[in-house]
C-alpha cells in the first residue's frame, strides 16, 4: 500500500521559509514523478515543483522557481520542498504526490497522494 506523508507545515511571517518533507513508502520510486502541488481555498489544485526519481531533474512552476528547491532523500525515500521568501499568496495546503507522467504540472498524471500539509503565510 502506497503511502505519502507530508510534514513541515504551520504560520510563518512573509519573508521566512519552511522545509516540507513526504515520507514515501510502499512501493519502488525510481520510474515515478514525485510532485508537490497547492490548494488554496475556493481555488483548483496547481503545481509546484516536481523531481524524478532516477535522475534528480527538477520541475518548478514560475511563480516559486527562485524561492524554492525540491530534493529527495533516495536513502530515506523522502522528498523535500524549502520554501523561502514567502508571501502571503503562498498560503495553501500543500499535497505531496507521485505519478508517471507524462504531464508533470497536471493533477492528472500522479497516481497517488498524500493527505497535505497546512502553510500560513501571514503578513
Known amino acids: 500500500q502506497v503511502q505519502l506523508v507530508e510534514s513541515g507545515g504551520g504560520l510563518v511571517q512573509a519573508g521566512g521559509s519552511l522545509r516540507l518533507s513526504c515520507a514515501a513508502s510502499g512501493r519502488t520510486f525510481s520510474s515515478y514523478v514525485m510532485g508537490w502541488f497547492r490548494q488554496a481555498p475556493g481555488k483548483g489544485r496547481e503545481f509546484v515543483a516536481a523531481?524524478?526519481?532516477?535522475?534528480?531533474?527538477?520541475h518548478y512552476t514560475v511563480s516559486v522557481k527562485d524561492r524554492c528547491t525540491i530534493s529527495r532523500d533516495t536513502a530515506k525515500n523522502t522528498v523535500h520542498l524549502q520554501m523561502n521568501s514567502l508571501k502571503p499568496d503562498d498560503t495553501a495546503v500543500y499535497y505531496c504526490?507521485?505519478?508517471?507522467?507524462?504531464?508533470?504540472?497536471?493533477?492528472?498524471?500522479?497516481?497517488?497522494w498524500g493527505r497535505g500539509t497546512q502553510v500560513t503565510v501571514s503578513s
Open positions: 523531481i524524478q526519481w532516477s535522475t534528480g531533474t527538477t
Open positions: 504526490a507521485a505519478g508517471t507522467g507524462p504531464y508533470i504540472d497536471y493533477v492528472g498524471s500522479y497516481q497517488y
